[in-house]
């Protein structure tokens, strides 16, 4: 196309633009004129709407009824849909969130002692405890029943064993994991005849007449020492003999042990350093951290002295009781030998 062509179309393409914009200029005010009027001051306005029509509808005395709860249903759509994205239509249902408390912990169960037995009498021997003895009477309706240190009670209670008999009442452990050992006084303490010391030294010496003798059944030793409950143990043959063949290796192998001092600088006892595990003192309860005090009331400070005190009095005494200090406090271990 030639220099000439291009001007011709573009002259013509001009004129007709210019054409058709004033055609649109002459229709706007063409337009706006019909919808002027003039006011009753000589001023020209602007009419949008029909004076008449809008006359005409106001004085028609139409009713418009708005369905104000479809209006509020719709609304509610709209925000569900919308504004909570629950494109399904139906309401989400309610999430109740898991309560994050733990249960409050009341500690274990235990069935209370007092409805198993009834302690009817004491004879408490202060020179040697296992000397000492009770009668109970089992719950509900059994025969009376003697009690040393270290015997069980019968089937379906045999779960608990005699501890200790001392002038205050029957104590027993348990062969539960943490039930702490319990004590029950004779039925009434206000009666003299319930409570009869034995032994020497100005202490009454009971007569078959003021205490009742009742068959009582021997505790099997086992070969091994069984712990029967807290702080508790039968005497093993095996072990006693290899204790007292053996004690000085035991002592010098097995276990480590230093004099202990008190505050003021005086022997207090004997503190075990360290002990070997499965070792036959580890399992008669002893650990690295214990004070031996005493035993059946003998205070002791050195091995030897232990050692000699056992000896010498081990065809006197059935029941062995050991005072230790152990995390602060005093426990009293007992080891019963059922064939003395």
């Known amino acids: 196309m030639d220099v000439s062509s291009i001007k011709s179309t573009s002259w013509i393409i001009s ?42 509808v106001l004085e028609a005395n139409v009713r418009l009824d708005v369905d104000v709860k479809h209006g509020l249903a719709y609304k509610g759509e709209l925000e569900r849909t919308f504004l909570r994205m629950n494109w399904t239509g139906y309401e989400a249902p309610v999430v109740v969130k898991p309560t994050l408390e733990e249960p409050i912990s ?16 004491l004879a408490v021997n202060d020179l040697d405890a296992g000397g000492s003895f009770s009668f109970v009477h089992l719950l509900p309706g ?50 003299g005849n319930l409570i009869t010391k034995l032994g020497e030294g100005g202490v009454l010496t009971a007569t078959g007449d003021n205490i009742p003798r009742v068959k009582r059944k021997r505790s099997k030793r086992p070969s091994q020492t069984e712990e029967l409950g807290n702080n508790l143990f039968l005497l093993g043959t095996e072990d006693l003999d290899y204790f ?13 042990t230093a004099t202990h001092y008190d505050e003021n600088g005086k022997r207090a006892g004997i503190e075990i350093k360290s002990i070997a595990s499965g070792s036959v003192a580890s399992r008669h309860g002893a650990q690295a951290g214990d004070v031996l005090i005493s035993i059946n009331g003998q205070p002791v400070s050195s091995e030897h002295e232990a050692i000699n005190f056992v000896k010498n009095n081990q065809d006197q005494y059935s029941v062995w009781e050991v005072v230790v ?16």
């Open 244 to 256: 007292g063949k053996n004690y000085a290796a035991i002592l010098t192998d097995e276990v480590q």
């Open 325 to 340: 200090e152990r995390l602060g406090r005093r426990e009293t271990i007992v080891y019963t030998d059922p064939d003395n």
């Open 106 to 121: 009341t500690g274990p169960r235990y069935k209370p002692l007092d409805t198993v037995v009834r302690v009817l009498m």
């Open 142 to 191: 059994e025969d009376p029943l003697e009690l040393r240190v270290g015997d069980t009670l019968p089937e379906p209670n045999d779960y608990a064993v005699v501890h200790a008999i001392r002038n205050t009442g029957l104590e027993f452990a348990f062969k539960e994991a943490g039930r702490p050992n319990e004590s029950l006084a004779p039925m009434s303490m206000d009666d």
């Open 15 to 56: 004129v007709a633009l210019g054409l058709g914009l004033g055609y649109t200029v002459w229709d706007y005010v063409a337009r706006d004129g019909s919808r002027r009027v003039v006011n009753e001051d000589g001023r020209e306005s602007l009419v949008v709407v029909d004076p008449e029509y809008v006359r005409s």
